[in-house]
T-cell receptor, first 110, second 117 residues
Framework: DAKTTQPPSMDCAEGRAANLPCNHS???????VYWYRQIHSQGPQYIIH???NNETNEMASLIITEDRKSSTLILPHATLRDTAVYYC???????????FGAGTRLTVKP | DTEVTQTPKHLVMGMTNKKSLKCEQH?????MYWYKQKAKKPPELMFV???????INESVPSRFSPECPNSSLLNLHLHALQPEDSALYLC????????????????FGSGTQLSVL
């Protein structure tokens, strides 16, 4: 059973914010939300993770709803290099089990 | 050094061949992972080693045989593969500190593109 649901594809204009949604309605209290992305022909790259508070780093912001059933990854100023498949993953505390769902293919257009 | 190095980058093998994929990291990570990725699909977890011991085996066929000879190295031995095993094989590592919270990020290599003829 997929733990997360993401739209299969999204477009974004260069320089605009890209908002990528993820539903994880069955998330448990000890599960974190992780985001990775995979640019064509490369290995996945870690972006950000969170438990219940909003998080920000140099790459992106993660907004988690109060009930933790969904989250949004925000790329504040998308560039053409942000074109990639973005994966939202929920993972139990200190667990080796990192499994990828189908992801969202984000295309940033000039 | 935050790099996971996979060799070879490309491999073509026949169904009767024996070959090995190699993965190396020097970040002191104690968990290492193998994933298989078919074109336009997400990576699929195959094996996980934690402190050099196999902790997850996703019912992978025995023609794939993982090995973790030390904390820096991870091998995937291949024997009698089928054409449908052609895929990108990704290795990853994570710190896996004892008692650490689940804020461990995985570092991925660029993968080995395998073609089985």
């Amino acid at each position: 059973d997929a733990k997360t649901t993401q739209p299969p594809s999204m477009d974004c204009a260069e320089g605009r914010a890209a908002n990528l949604p993820c539903n994880h309605s069955t998330i448990s209290g000890n599960e974190y939300v992780y985001w990775y992305r995979q640019i064509h022909s490369q290995g996945p790259q870690y972006i950000i993770h969170g438990l219940k508070n909003n998080e920000t780093n140099e790459m992106a912001s993660l907004i988690i709803t109060e009930d933790r059933k969904s989250s949004t990854l925000i790329l504040p100023h998308a560039t053409l290099r942000d074109t990639a498949v973005y994966y939202c993953i929920v993972r139990v505390y200190n667990n080796n089990d990192m499994r990828f769902g189908a992801g969202t293919r984000l295309t940033v257009k000039p | 050094d935050t790099e996971v190095t996979q060799t070879p980058k490309h491999l073509v093998m026949g169904m009767t061949n024996k070959k090995s994929l190699k993965c190396e990291q020097h970040m002191g990570h104690r968990a290492m992972y193998w994933y298989k990725q078919k074109a336009k699909k997400p990576p699929e977890l195959m094996f996980v080693y934690s402190y050099e011991k196999l902790s997850i085996n996703e019912s992978v066929p025995s023609r794939f045989s993982p090995e973790c000879p030390n904390s820096s190295l991870l091998n995937l031995h291949l024997h009698a593969l089928q054409p449908e095993d052609s895929a990108l094989y990704l290795c990853a590592s994570s710190q896996k500190r004892a008692g650490a919270r689940a804020n461990e990020k995985l570092f991925f290599g660029s993968g080995t593109q395998l073609s089985v003829l």
